[in-house]
């Protein structure tokens, strides 16, 4: 056996790794919500902008994103079966903003859990570290 090999399986890195790897779906799913929540609160500027330009002007002035918007609200109009009207649109347009703050509230547990489980990896690194310790001192007859 090299002796590198020993050295770099004892690095700090690896046993970290060591530590997590019972939590791994936990701790990625942590960071894909953790990622969610800060990127979802992006969607409610654009759906007032699409409320001001598309369903309160008139005539409606529609760009990329709201064009877009649009597009997905008369989608899920039809989809439930009622006509294509701008209360309709704001109808589907406010439950999927409802969807997203369910989803948002959802990575905010999922965030708070996250803590929970470094928790319990800090416990467990430090039970290790005092073994580690407390072994060193022997070999050293301290």
Same mark, same amino acid.
Request: positive net charge; charged residues 20%; hydrophobic residues 45%.
């Given at each position: $056996?090299?002796?590198?090999?020993?050295?770099?399986?004892?690095? /700090?890195?690896?046993?970290? /790794?060591?530590?997590?790897?019972?939590?791994?779906?936990?701790?990625?799913?942590? &960071?894909? $919500?953790?990622? @969610?929540?800060?990127?979802?609160? #992006?969607?409610?500027?654009? &759906?007032?902008?699409?409320?001001?330009?598309? #369903?309160?002007?008139?005539?409606p002035?529609?760009?990329?994103?709201?064009?877009?918007?649009? @597009? !997905?609200?008369?989608? #899920?109009?039809?989809?439930?079966?009622?006509?294509?009207?701008?209360?309709?649109?704001? &109808?589907?347009?406010s439950? /999927?903003?409802?969807?997203?703050? &369910? #989803?948002?509230?959802?990575?905010?547990?999922?965030?708070?859990?996250?803590?929970?489980?470094?928790?319990s990896?800090?416990?467990?690194? @430090?039970?290790?570290?005092?073994?580690?310790?407390?072994?060193?001192?022997?070999?050293?007859? !301290?």
């Amino acid at each position: $056996m090299n002796p590198d090999e020993v050295k770099i399986s004892k690095s /700090v890195i690896f046993r970290f /790794v060591g530590f997590v790897r019972p939590y791994l779906r936990l701790v990625v799913g942590a &960071a894909l $919500m953790g990622i @969610g929540k800060f990127t979802l609160p #992006l969607a409610f500027p654009f &759906a007032f902008k699409y409320v001001i330009d598309g #369903l309160v002007t008139s005539p409606p002035k529609f760009d990329h994103i709201t064009r877009m918007i649009d @597009g !997905w609200c008369v989608e #899920l109009s039809g989809f439930a079966g009622y006509s294509i009207t701008p209360t309709n649109k704001l &109808a589907a347009l406010s439950i /999927v903003m409802l969807a997203l703050y &369910a #989803l948002q509230s959802l990575a905010s547990f999922r965030i708070c859990k996250s803590f929970r489980i470094r928790f319990s990896i800090r416990i467990r690194a @430090g039970r290790s570290s005092r073994a580690c310790s407390t072994t060193f001192s022997k070999q050293m007859n !301290w």
